[in-house]
């Protein structure tokens, strides 16, 4: 398998612009997880799903940010509109069995907003 | 609430030394504990797990946990280290509803 698939690897816009990032999971995997990792505050769960289904967007920082899985091989994160505190590396990671705990990563989106 | 501390940040050891790196995690039932590790420029590998059972856990990578609740503590060893473990470990607490939480990391150097 080809493992997490995350695009792009590498953004650079301005404040104001919408970004979108999106993910594709392994195939199989039921559970669909967004999350953020900064210098200041680590890694930090955005958003997860399961069966395309959103089960806690607790840790989305705001309005501005939104998920979407509208099928099991395709999830996107959008930030509309961008500021520069949202700079920062995205990740996206799946798994296939409840209760495991094994998360599969993506190598993430290093987003840079000037 | 369910937390973890990596007290080191940073820690060298040489090549063929021994690595231990430090976690403890604060936590109202018994946890699942995670050792995961991340490469520059890659996303997190699992390295091992702790559901229950044996306190004594072996990873990937020659790498080993020993999980002691008396001590809310899940410190990760490896006997020798080389030079491709160089590398960014993060220990993680949490449960079957997947709310994972990570610790803030420690950065492995190592040296010839």
């Known amino acids: 398998d080809a493992g997490v698939i995350q695009s792009p690897r590498h953004e650079v816009t301005e404040m104001g612009q919408e970004v979108t990032l999106r993910c594709k999971p392994i195939s199989g995997h039921d559970y669909l997880f967004w999350y953020r990792q900064t210098m200041m505050r680590g890694l930090e769960l955005l958003i997860y799903f399961n069966n395309n289904v959103p089960i806690d967007d607790s840790g989305m920082p705001e309005d501005r940010f939104s998920a979407k899985m509208p099928n099991a091989s395709f999830s996107t994160l959008k930030i509309q509109p961008s500021e520069p505190r949202d700079s920062a590396v995205y990740f996206c990671?799946?798994?296939?069995?409840?209760?495991?705990?094994?998360?599969?990563f993506g190598e993430g989106s290093r987003l840079t907003v000037l | 609430a369910q937390s973890v501390t990596q007290p080191d940040i940073h820690i060298t050891v040489s090549e063929g030394a021994s690595l231990e790196l430090r976690c403890n995690y604060s936590?109202?039932?018994?946890?699942?504990l995670f050792w995961y590790v991340q490469s520059p420029g890659q996303g997190l590998q699992l390295l091992l797990k702790?559901?229950?059972?044996?306190?004594l856990v072996q990873g990937i990578k020659g790498f080993e946990a020993e999980f002691k609740r008396s001590q809310s503590s899940f410190n990760l060893r490896k006997p020798s280290v080389h030079w491709s473990d160089a590398a960014e470990y993060f220990c993680a607490v949490g449960r079957n509803d997947y709310k994972l939480s990570f610790g803030a990391g420690t950065t492995v150097t190592v040296r010839a």
């Open positions: 702790y559901f229950s059972g044996d306190t």
């Open positions: 990671a799946s798994s296939y069995l409840q209760g495991s705990g094994e998360l599969f």
């Open positions: 936590y109202g039932a018994t946890p699942y």
